[in-house]
């Protein structure tokens, strides 16, 4: 069935540091690949989204790359700032139905 | 500005006694899911609406039920809530006008239910 693995956290990083959080997938067919973000006691929010392979997704400095070859969606950001900190999920959306990785929380220091 | 509503925000019931959380959305967005959280996991799905189609997720247990009176309106029941059943509900809206063509999912602030 189709899952996402996402890198375990926390990840805990100075301002100014550059982001990875890696994200794999599998699918049986063409999934749109999801970054949500969630701060404490919120909902998911949106952060980016791509639909097709090679489709880049950004946001707020943030970045992502649909890589089908890799099975990959790997969130980045060159500059992360305090107000950064949250958790954030990959997903990927096979026809109407969703599928979450377990969250990767992200915290950043002054 | 258009969004989704959940409310209240905060609930407390005891062992037992039955709850209903709401949902609102005024995206009039033709799908609607229910969403359960516990701490530092992912969102597990409970179920959607499709239009007025329901659609369970297998491993739900029958202790959750689920409404949906119109396009706007979903509400989630726990009949007989148990202290396993604390978590952090969530609500999620999606457009899809062809059956498999759903993009982006809209959510909710959340419920997050406490059980005495």
Redesign the interface.
């Known amino acids: 069935g189709d899952s996402v693995t996402q890198m375990e956290g926390p990840v805990t990083l100075s301002e100014e540091a550059f982001l990875t959080i890696n994200c794999t997938y599998t699918a049986t067919g063409y999934p749109s690949l999801f970054w949500y973000v969630q701060y404490p006691g919120e909902g998911l929010q949106l952060l980016l989204k791509a639909t097709k392979a090679d489709d880049k997704g950004s946001n707020k400095g943030f970045e992502a790359t649909y890589r089908k070859e890799t099975t990959s969606f790997h969130l980045e950001k060159g500059s992360v700032q305090v107000s950064d900190s949250a958790v954030y999920f990959c997903a990927l959306r096979d026809f109407n139905k969703f599928y979450f990785g377990s969250g990767t929380k992200l915290n950043v220091k002054p | 500005d258009a969004m989704?509503i959940?409310n209240p925000r905060y609930q407390v019931t005891q062992f037992g006694k039955p709850v209903t959380l709401s949902c609102s959305q005024t995206l009039n967005h033709n799908?609607m899911?229910w969403y359960q959280q516990k701490s530092?996991?992912?969102?597990k799905?409970l179920f959607?609406y499709?239009d007025k189609d329901f659609n369970n997720e297998a491993d739900t247990p029958d202790n959750f039920q689920s409404r949906r009176p119109n396009t706007s309106f979903c509400f989630l029941d726990i009949r007989s809530p148990g202290l396993g059943d604390a978590a952090m509900y969530?609500c999620?809206t999606?457009r899809?006008e062809n059956?498999?063509t759903?993009?982006?999912?809209?959510?909710?602030?959340?419920t997050?239910l406490t059980v005495l």
């Open positions: 989704v959940q799908v899911y530092s996991q992912a969102p799905l959607h499709y969530l999620a999606s899809d059956r498999g759903t993009d982006t999912q809209y959510f909710g602030p959340g997050r």
